[in-house]
T-cell receptor, first 113, second 111 residues
Framework: DQQVKQNSPSLSVQEGRISILNCDYT??????FLWYKKYPAEGPTFLIS?????DKNEDGRFTVFLNKSAKHLSLHIVPSQPGDSAVYFC????????????FGKGTHLIIQP | NAGVMQNPRHLVRRRGQEARLRCSPM?????VYWYRQLPEEGLKFMVY????????ESGMPKERFSAEFPKEGPSILRIQQVVRGDSAAYFC?????????FGSGTRLTVV
């Protein structure tokens, strides 16, 4: 039972354009959501998070949007850069992040020059 | 400024042997999480520990797997009598605030 779903295994975007990565969840008890970036042979690196009391959080080129009624969140990266090529994981947690994280399977983002 | 340190980076074990994976959290962090990533999968939560205390082990397989975080020293994830299906990348994270910091992982290969 996949509680956090990333339905696109891969996404290809041209450099300079906007990258939009999507994530859906099924557990309405989740109240904290995070995005991680992962390069091969490395651990995930935290990018940005959002609490369920908000619908948007922005940090530089990265913006996360949360639609609670649709149980959907998205990560926007603009403008996309070559160094953004990596696997992006969506994760969710209960109790404001105090519990362990439930991860999606990841989306491999490829930025083309 | 050491982050989360995991060792070894790579571990090869024959079926039936024991595997011990170590994790030292970031300085000042007293909480450790272990995750497993199987090929083509996301990370799966295994266990959450504080010093000398298991907080949540709901993701741990019922047999052969155990974890500890002693008062002194690193957290240890122990897998007894390993099988091929245990081959995976095992990640440790520390910190309870947003943005858990992950280590680089231990890649376990069972041959």
């Amino acid at each position: 039972d996949q509680q956090v779903k990333q339905n696109s295994p891969s996404l290809s975007v041209q450099e300079g354009r906007i990258s939009i990565l999507n994530c859906d969840y099924t557990n309405s008890m989740f109240d904290y959501f995070l995005w991680y970036k992962k390069y091969p042979a490395e651990g995930p690196t935290f990018l940005i998070s959002i609490s369920s009391i908000k619908d948007k959080n922005e940090d530089g080129r990265f913006t996360v949007f949360l639609n609670k009624s649709a149980k959907h969140l998205s990560l926007h990266i603009v403008p996309s850069q070559p160094g953004d090529s990596a696997v992006y994981f969506c994760a969710a947690s209960r109790r404001g992040g105090a519990d362990g994280l439930t991860f999606g399977k990841g989306t491999h983002l490829i930025i083309q020059p | 400024n050491a982050g989360v340190m995991q060792n070894p980076r790579h571990l090869v074990r024959r079926r039936g042997q024991e595997a011990r994976l170590r994790c030292s959290p970031m300085k000042g962090h007293s909480h450790v999480y272990w995750y497993r990533q199987l090929p083509e999968e996301g990370l799966k939560f295994m266990v959450y520990l504080q010093k000398e205390n298991i907080i949540d082990e709901s993701g741990m397989p019922k047999e052969r797997f155990s974890a500890e975080f002693p008062k002194e020293g690193p957290s240890i994830l122990r897998i007894q009598q390993v099988v091929r299906g245990d081959s995976a990348a095992y990640f440790c994270a520390s910190g309870r605030d947003y943005g858990y910091t992950f280590g680089s992982g231990t890649r376990l290969t069972v041959v």
